[in-house]
């Protein structure tokens, strides 16, 4: 079964302040794919990056990046000189394309709930 | 692009009422899902559509959910009756293609806040 796991329930930083939420993920499949969604308060849910699993090439994206690392089964999201704007939920989810694993299921974590404050 | 559009956007019903909550897709995405979003549980799929066919109902809670298709720029899904546990956010999202062959990024909607008193 896949599973994705966002251990940090809460994280509260101060602005300009960097932060790394983390998530940690199991399958048992070879392909698969990594997801980062932010729900700010407004209540949507907006797509931040996909990858898949050969390739475990950082990303970096103006202040946000991304740690991906099979080893630990791992995908952390760092943001960097935090802003207000930034106060959300972010979502780490994971799927494998169809087979027997897999029907369109896109699991996610529980997510972390990030709070800047100025 | 107007982006996957849903109605209503907040529903207040009492308990055994019929709910229906509507969804409008992007325009040319052949995948449609329903999330449920509770504290407890999370984001869950409720069901998943490829080319308006179902494909997976299998997070369905209970024969008191239905969903349907009936063609590609529009999706319900209905509660009848509903109950207090119900009371969740409920996304629809589209992606383009065959979603369970090609994992794309999800294009969720504003979501529809029901509460079931």
């Known amino acids: 079964a896949q599973k994705v796991t966002q251990a940090q329930t809460e994280i509260s930083v101060v602005e300009k302040e960097d932060v790394t939420l983390d998530c940690v993920y199991e399958?048992?499949?070879?392909?698969?794919?990594l997801f980062w969604y932010k729900q700010p308060p407004s209540g949507e849910l907006v797509f931040l990056i996909r990858?898949?699993?050969?390739?475990?090439q950082n990303e970096i994206s103006g202040r946000y990046s991304w740690n991906f690392q099979k080893s630990t089964s791992s995908f952390n999201f760092t943001i960097t000189a935090s802003q207000v704007v930034d106060s959300a939920v972010y979502f780490c989810?994971?799927?494998?394309?169809?087979?027997?694993?897999?029907?369109?299921?896109?699991?996610f974590g529980q997510g972390t709930t990030l709070q800047v404050k100025p | 692009d107007a982006g996957v559009i849903q109605s209503p956007r907040h529903e207040v019903t009492e308990m055994g009422q019929e709910v229906t909550l509507r969804c409008k897709p992007i325009?040319?995405?052949?995948?449609l899902f329903w999330y449920r979003q509770t504290m407890m549980r999370g984001l869950e799929l409720l069901i998943y559509?490829?080319?308006?066919?179902?494909?997976?109902d299998s997070g369905m809670p209970e024969d008191r959910f239905s969903a349907k298709m009936p063609n590609a720029s529009f999706s319900t899904l209905k509660i009848q009756p509903s109950e207090p546990r119900d009371s969740a956010v409920y996304f629809c999202?589209?992606?383009?293609?065959?979603?369970?062959?090609?994992?794309?990024?999800?294009?969720f909607g504003s979501g529809t806040q029901l509460s079931v008193l």
């Open positions: 559509f490829n080319n308006n066919v179902p494909i997976d």
């Open positions: 990858r898949n699993s050969f390739d475990e």
């Open positions: 999202a589209s992606s383009p293609g065959t979603w369970f062959t090609t994992n794309e990024k999800l294009f």
């Open positions: 989810a994971l799927t494998s394309p169809g087979g027997s694993s897999n029907t369109g299921k896109l699991i």
């Open positions: 325009s040319g995405h052949n995948s």
């Open positions: 399958t048992r499949d070879t392909t698969y794919y």
